[in-house]
């Protein structure tokens, strides 16, 4: 995990900053205040900034090449692009631009949160979905949808800028991955999108047979350790990532992610039973294994084996 940190009362070296840390631009500003805080932390592709400028300030800024959501809680920013007038007050959180277009804008006096992350994962997370649109998935919207689903995407953001980036050692890679796919999954709720099909759209399931049901739960079994998704689970099993979740719903009783997380479930839970409580904790062994709630891990864990994990790892003394 890499934390980077800029202060500086000066245009030019905010304009610097600003275009090698994000893409090329060019900012102006008033002279009188032009204090700018920026602490940026990134991790194995996903990048949360704390951002506060004390003046008002316009921007011209070229394509990002990722998913750019801000949430402002101070102040207001006004997008301008393509002569747009789109005001953004506190509580607020949006896409400031497609990623493969570029913005204008201004903010005056604002402090808030920038969060990035390749466009991939929006693809890898709408394979997933049952009504799931063929090829690249686009946003097509930078408001949320309601205020519900602008809480739930400001939250999102919130959690993983104060619980998973956060502390002086890097997440585990799995915490990682799935916190940058569970903000891709929200974003894709709360933001108008390609991703979804008509729900009167008929889906081919013929092959969501046994054979597909044995190689994605074997490819799972081998290789829980990494950031799988659901689009590798398919590709592993020859088939389309609709075809195995048909698989998975017409077999059993979980999904193919579900089934990843009692294998992942069931992993951690055998190093609990080994581990020396001298020198691991519940904690890291849950992040080990890609849950970065413990909170959650501890209910799930439960639900399961009948006793908390603090008290298998305890044990073990």
């Known amino acids: 995990m890499q934390t980077e940190c800029f202060d500086s009362g000066s245009l030019e070296s905010t304009e610097e900053f600003l275009s090698r840390a994000y893409t090329p631009m060019r900012i102006g500003g008033r002279p ?59 509580g607020e959180t949006f896409l400031i631009a497609p990623p493969d277009r570029p913005y204008t804008g201004a903010l005056h006096s604002a402090r808030y949160t920038i969060t990035m992350f390749d466009p991939a994962v929006l693809d890898t997370v709408a394979a997933a979905g049952a009504h799931s649109a063929p090829g690249p998935v686009r946003l097509t919207g930078q408001r949320a949808r ?116 009692h294998v992942r479930l069931a992993r951690a839970h055998q190093d609990l039973r080994t581990a020396d409580p001298c020198t691991t904790s519940v904690t890291r062994i849950a992040a080990r294994w890609g849950f970065a709630h413990v909170g959650r891990f501890a209910a799930a864990y439960r639900r399961l084996y009948g006793t908390t994990p603090a008290t298998t790892l305890r044990a073990q003394d």
């Open 146 to 261: 309601d205020a519900d689903a602008n809480r739930r995407l400001g939250s999102t953001v919130a959690f993983l800028r104060d619980q998973v980036l956060t502390g002086s050692t890097a997440p585990e890679p799995l915490v990682i991955a799935s916190a940058t796919q569970l903000l891709a999954a929200v974003a894709l709720a709360a933001l108008p999108s390609t991703a979804r099909q008509e729900e009167g759209e008929r889906v081919d399931s013929r092959d969501a047979h046994t054979d597909t049901l044995r190689r994605a739960q074997l490819f799972i079994e081998e290789n829980a350790h990494r950031p799988i998704g659901l689009a590798d689970i398919a590709a592993a099993a020859f088939v389309t990532p609709r075809a195995v979740q048909y698989a998975f719903s017409r077999h059993t009783d979980t999904s193919p992610l579900g089934y990843l997380r």
């Open 32 to 90: 009188n205040n032009t204090r700018t805080r920026i602490v940026r932390t990134a991790a194995a592709g996903l990048t949360v900034d704390r951002l506060a400028f004390g003046y008002t300030m316009s921007y011209t800024a070229n394509a990002l090449g990722k998913v750019c959501l801000i949430s402002v809680h101070s102040g207001t920013m006004v997008d301008t692009t393509d002569g747009r007038h789109d005001v953004y007050g506190p």
